[in-house]
C-alpha cells in the first residue's frame, strides 16, 4: 500500500522549534518533489514548502521564509521540515505529500499537482 506518514508535531510555545519528517511506505521518495502543506483551522490549504529530488531546488511561502527549512536525505527515504521561530500563525495540521510527475519545484506548488498525501500532523504553537 503506497502511502505518507507524517511526525514530529506537538504544541510548542512561540519562538520555538519542531522538526517534522515525512516517511513513505510502499514507495521510494528518491525521484520525485515533495511538498508540505499545511491547514489551519477554519482556512483553506495552503502550500508551505517543497523540495525537489535535489535539495537544490526548494520553495517557500513568503509567510515562512527564513524561519522553515526543507530537506531531504534519499538514503534515508526520509523529507524533513524544520521549523523555527515558531508563531501561532503557524498552527495547523501539516501534510506532506509526493509529485509523481516532478522531480524539481515549480514556482507554483499547487495541491491539486500532488498524488500521494500523508494522513498529517498537528502543530500548535501557543503560549
Known amino acids: 500500500q503506497v502511502q505518507l506518514a507524517e511526525s514530529g508535531g506537538g504544541l510548542v510555545q512561540p519562538g520555538g522549534s519542531l522538526r517534522l519528517s515525512c516517511t513513505p511506505s510502499?514507495?521510494?521518495?528518491?525521484?520525485?518533489?515533495i511538498g508540505w502543506f499545511r491547514r489551519a483551522p477554519g482556512k483553506e490549504r495552503e502550500a508551505v514548502s517543497c523540495?525537489?529530488?535535489?535539495?537544490?531546488?526548494?520553495w517557500y511561502a513568503d509567510s515562512v521564509k527564513g524561519r522553515f527549512t526543507v530537506s531531504r536525505d534519499n538514503t534515508k527515504n526520509l523529507v524533513t521540515l524544520q521549523m523555527n521561530s515558531l508563531k501561532p500563525e503557524d498552527t495547523a495540521v501539516y501534510y506532506c505529500?509526493?509529485?509523481?510527475?516532478?522531480?524539481?519545484?515549480?514556482?507554483?506548488?499547487?495541491?491539486?499537482?500532488?498524488?500521494?498525501w500523508g494522513q498529517g500532523t498537528q502543530v500548535t504553537v501557543s503560549s
Open positions: 523540495v525537489g529530488r535535489s535539495e537544490s531546488s526548494t
Open positions: 505529500a509526493a509529485n509523481l510527475m516532478r522531480s524539481a519545484c515549480p514556482t507554483y506548488v499547487l495541491a491539486h499537482e500532488y498524488d500521494y
Open positions: 510502499g514507495f521510494t521518495l528518491d525521484y520525485y518533489a
